[in-house]
């Protein structure tokens, strides 16, 4: 069955940095796109990153544009989630996301607070 685990998330300082990371099983991880979600208290979840396949195509949000970089690694299944320069309205639970044959499958969350 398709599963993925998050790990990396915390308690960090604005300005500071973290890296996610979303490790993938039960299909084919090259075949599909990839992407990272953030759901803030209170808020709807919102898209973060994408990835494409191969890893040619990438998109941002508007608001981690230029601070964040998605990457990912088919050879150990992972996709990794670099956050810089990170600011208190970053914190959020933060979900990996696969669509696979029309169903979608989310990890259970990481938690990342930036708090000083």
């Known amino acids: 069955q398709v599963q993925l685990v998050e790990s990396g998330g915390g308690l960090v300082q604005p300005g500071g940095s973290l890296r996610l990371s979303c490790a993938a099983s039960?299909?084919?991880?090259?075949?599909?796109?990839m992407e990272w979600y953030r759901q803030a208290p209170g808020k709807e979840r919102e898209l973060v990153a994408s990835?494409?396949?191969?890893?040619?195509?990438?998109n941002y949000a508007d608001s981690v544009k230029g601070r964040f970089t998605i990457s990912r690694d088919n050879a150990k299944n992972t996709v990794a989630l670099q956050m810089n320069g990170l600011k208190p309205e970053d914190t959020a639970v933060y979900y990996c996301?696969?669509?696979?044959?029309?169903?979608?499958?989310w990890g259970q969350g990481t938690q990342v607070t930036v708090s000083s």
């Open positions: 996301y696969v669509l696979v044959l029309g169903r979608g499958y």
């Open positions: 039960g299909f084919t991880f090259n075949v599909y796109n």
């Open positions: 990835i494409s396949r191969s890893g040619g195509s990438i």
